[in-house]
């Protein structure tokens, strides 16, 4: 006689194995383009409470999401109670954790969170506007459940038999590293995120996780979601994640960090185009190289560096930013307080003809670096259009004129010149293609064949 309780379980189990397959194959759809939206980190660091972020989410949901616009990220220790700005409070930091070891988002900063809720209430909060929800944690398990020995869901093992302090965090020492292999370690992995998933987040950045690069906590937090089976983007931090481990990363996130925290000063913005050209190759549908977010409008208010200001980044500067990693295919995250927006901030934000070249450009590869400036190309794949975005990243005071021979965009004929940014049309141009660029500025053109 057949014994249906086996043929069950093993028909569930083989369901089981057949979902976690598909999601792990899959799971770069999730991201088909740049992923675009907010986090608290530059403008409240390890202090962001649920009323700015609730009131970032209005913003976004008002202003921004027709535009492409959808995340909403709350960014690191918010299960910590009372954290402080321009830095962390590891002195005397007021943890909350539950029976399992998981952190918890601290009640007295989300009060939505009493009674165990965690973040549901603020995801379902952020759903309703047609927005989806993110969290920011770190790598590993943290070192008060070890210190505690609480169990791991779902195992016989408890926190101590998965931890190591080798390779622990040297810059905020909250977690212990999770020894992939070892009873329990995937079980404490599917837990939180199983945790993460009955809350509704839809968005994931893991800290400590890139450099140095953490190959079997990668793959087990990639395993740990597919078991979920919800669409959980992955995004690893910070970098640069090394470039040996571009292949892995690519495989198995959405988007992996290629510098460190990147803030609004120059030299740190000039870094990117040598930082983007080293990366170029490893972009792909679904997996991005992640420049970072965006250090604009009103940051500093609470921040980990830095007073409250309006970004130092001068306009020609934002428009660099702006530019450059739009051409390169960067996601998008927005680091400033967005109900502090000025006209101009937005304006970045609101372009449509930039963000069609985010989301639907190809070939995109940088063109040519000289003396007279850098171009990057890219073109249109429905209709052949090429995408120039050319940059002046010299300290001359007087602007400088940037030609790009379109020859070497295979565009012998005329072309219709469009200037994305202004929003306005250049006439027509053929053989070559000459713009003046202010210093440390950048334009961004669209270049069409006239048949």
């Given amino acids: 006689m057949v014994n249906k309780k086996l043929v069950w379980a093993a028909a569930f189990l083989l369901g089981t194995l057949a979902t976690v397959k598909a999601q792990q194959k899959d799971f770069h759809d999730w991201a088909k383009t740049p992923p675009m939206g907010w986090n608290s980190w530059d403008c409240f660091g390890p202090t962001v409470v649920e009323a700015e972020v609730k009131a970032n989410a209005d913003y976004l949901s008002k202003n921004l999401k027709a535009f492409g616009w959808e995340y909403v990220v709350v960014d690191i220790r918010w299960y910590v109670g009372n954290d402080k700005a321009h830095g962390y409070n590891e002195s005397n930091p007021d943890y909350v954790l539950d029976e ?17 809720k965690g973040f549901k209430p603020l995801a379902d909060y952020i759903h309703k506007k047609g927005l989806k929800f993110g969290i920011h944690i770190m790598r590993g398990i943290p070192v008060e459940a ?13 926190a ?17 590293t999770v020894v992939a292999g070892r009873d329990g370690a995937q079980e404490y992995y599917n837990s939180l995120f199983k945790l993460y998933a009955s809350w509704g987040v839809d968005f994931i950045k893991v800290d400590d996780l890139s450099r140095p690069y953490h190959t079997g906590e990668v793959e087990m937090i990639r395993k740990a979601i597919a078991l979920t089976g919800r669409k959980i983007v992955l995004s690893t931090s910070p970098g640069e994640t090394p470039i040996a481990s571009a292949p892995h990363v690519q495989e198995h996130a959405n988007m992996w960090r290629t510098v460190d925290d990147f803030w609004d000063n120059w030299p740190m913005l000039k870094d990117h185009f040598d930082v983007f050209e080293r990366w170029n190759k490893y972009r792909a549908a679904g997996a991005w190289p992640d420049g970072d977010m965006l250090p604009l409008g009103k940051i500093g208010i609470r921040a980990e560096r830095g007073n409250p200001r309006m970004t130092a980044f001068t306009k020609d500067e934002q428009y660099t930013l702006m530019t450059l990693w739009t051409i390169f295919r960067s996601p998008l995250m927005f680091g400033g307080d967005l109900p502090g927006n000025d006209a101009f901030t937005l304006s970045l934000l609101t372009n449509r003809e930039v963000i069609q070249v985010l989301n639907h450009s190809s070939n995109n590869r940088q063109l040519f670096r000289n003396e007279q400036g850098i171009c990057w190309a890219a073109e249109d794949p429905k209709t052949g259009d090429q995408y120039l975005a050319l940059f002046n990243p010299g300290d001359g005071e007087q602007p400088v004129q940037i030609s790009v021979n379109l020859n070497d965009l295979g565009l012998s004929k005329a072309c219709k010149v469009r200037d994305l940014w202004s ?10 293609f000459t713009a003046t660029i202010n210093k440390h500025g950048a334009g961004l053109f669209r270049l069409s064949a006239i048949k």
Avoid: H
């Fill in 146 to 158: 070890v210190k505690r020995n609480l169990p791991i869901m779902g195992s016989k093992a408890t």
């Fill in 100 to 116: 399992y070891g998981r952190f918890q988002p601290a009640v007295n900063r989300f009060p939505s969170a009493a009674g165990g």
């Fill in 160 to 176: 101590k038999d998965i931890y190591s302090t080798e390779l622990q965090c040297l810059w905020l020492r909250d977690m212990y």
């Fill in 423 to 432: 929003k306005t049309d250049k006439g027509t141009v053929k053989g070559s």
